[in-house]
Structures are given as structure tokens and as C-alpha cells.
């Protein structure tokens, strides 16, 4: 992105406001770190069943490829299932509206148990900046070491 002469992405002839902040005033955008994109409840419901598809999707399909690779074809697969070889196949290319019930029976089929955590909102943004923290420390520490060799 260009920034332009009024600070924005936009030249003076695109600007999307009628006018600026003025010299006197500043806008400052405050992100919640729980909702980035100020989504309503019922979009952040959405986002979450979402996320549960793809969770449950990438799951099953890592399971899939190391079976897979153990030698499993999808017609073995569909024979454990019990269904077509075509639905299987359609049920691998990418995540679907599973049903529960669909999900335990590929994990079944592919010879897993299936666990489902829910966790705090709060607890992920700790475990996250924990994460960073250490991280930064051990980056800070090689840095140290590299500069005394």
C-alpha cells in the first residue's frame, strides 16, 4: 500500500471521508484482542462452528494420509464405512457440513478416538503470549551468545 501525503492509503481525490482528523484530533483504533474484527455474536458464533469444521476436516485428513501411507486405499475405506467409494472421496476433498454422527464414523473407520476441547478465549491469549515471551527470550538469548563468539 502507498501512504500518501494524508497519512492513509488513499490520494487526496479517493479519500473515502469528507475530511481528515483535523491537527487537533486523532483517531485511534482499538482492537479487542478476542474479537479483532468486532463481530457480532451470532458471527462469532458462525466463526466458531467454522473452525470446528475445519478442526475436525484437518484432523480426520491427517489421520487419512498417514493410514494412507500404512497402505489404506479409499475403497478400504468405503468398505468400513459401508458407503460409496464416490462419497468418500467427496468427504476427503474438503471440509464439509459433517454431521457429528459423519465424524465418528470416518474416525472410527480410520481407527481413532475423537476428543473435543473447548477452551477460555482468555486461556489461549496467555498460552499465546506465554508462547511469544518465551520465544522472544530464546531469540534474545542466541542473540547474546552470537555476539560474545
Partial sequence: ?????NGTGFSEEQMPFEEGPSATTSQRIVLD????????????AELN???????????????????HAEGMSK???AD??????????????GPKNWTMRTLGELAEALGARV?????????????????TAAKEAKE??????????
Avoid: C, G, H, T
Avoid at 468400513?80 to 476433498?93: G, H, N, Q, T
Avoid at 476428543?115 to 508462547?131: G, H, M
Fill in 140 to 149: 534474545a538469548k542466541e542473540a547474546k551468545e552470537a555476539k560474545e563468539e
Fill in 80 to 93: 468400513r464405512l459401508e458407503r460409496d467409494p464416490a462419497w468418500v472421496s467427496r468427504a476427503l476433498a
Fill in 1 to 5: 500500500m502507498v501512504v500518501y501525503r
Fill in 115 to 131: 476428543e473435543i476441547k473447548v477452551s477460555a478465549v482468555e486461556d489461549l491469549v496467555s498460552a499465546l503470549e506465554a508462547e
Fill in 49 to 67: 462452528v467454522v473452525r470446528a469444521q475445519f478442526e475436525a476436516y484437518y484432523a480426520i485428513l491427517a489421520l487419512w494420509r498417514r493410514r
Fill in 33 to 44: 484482542r478476542n474479537n479483532p474484527f468486532d463481530f457480532n455474536k451470532r458471527e462469532m
Fill in 75 to 77: 475403497k478400504d475405506l
